[in-house]
């Protein structure tokens, strides 16, 4: 069983950037990828970013790519998605998931277990 809780959502102004924290309990943390999503106000969950359980590979959306990084440190069974240059479309909640399987990553039926969200909002 892994837990995963996400923390760093806020409101921060256009141009801004954020960091999403996800810490996960469990000792499997380190053999599992890792994803994010977000889901906007009255709209479909969609793919943010992927890493592999290494974390030497990495899938992003087009939307963010260029503008979004996601890491891991297995040490401390923790997930990163750094967000630099937000636009108030990147405004939804983000979702942090994990799974041992290390294919089909930008679907959220890949992932076994995922956290409750963390809300982020970018003003114009």
């Known amino acids: 069983q892994v837990q995963l809780v996400e923390s760093g959502g806020g409101l921060v102004q256009a141009g801004g950037s954020l960091r999403l924290s996800c810490a ?5 943390f380190s053999t599992y990828a890792m994803g994010w999503f977000r889901q906007a106000p009255g709209k479909e969950r969609e793919f943010v970013a992927a890493i592999n359980w290494r974390g ?3 899938d992003y959306a087009d939307s963010v790519k260029g503008r979004f990084t996601i890491s891991r440190d297995n040490a401390k069974n923790t997930v990163y998605l750094q967000m630099n240059t937000l636009k108030p479309e990147d405004t939804a909640i983000y979702y942090c998931l994990a799974g041992p399987k290390h294919y089909g990553l930008r679907n959220w039926g890949t992932y076994d277990y995922w956290g409750q969200g963390t809300q982020v909002a970018v003003s114009s």
């Open 24 to 28: 996960a309990s469990g000792r499997t």
């Open 56 to 58: 030497d590979s990495t």
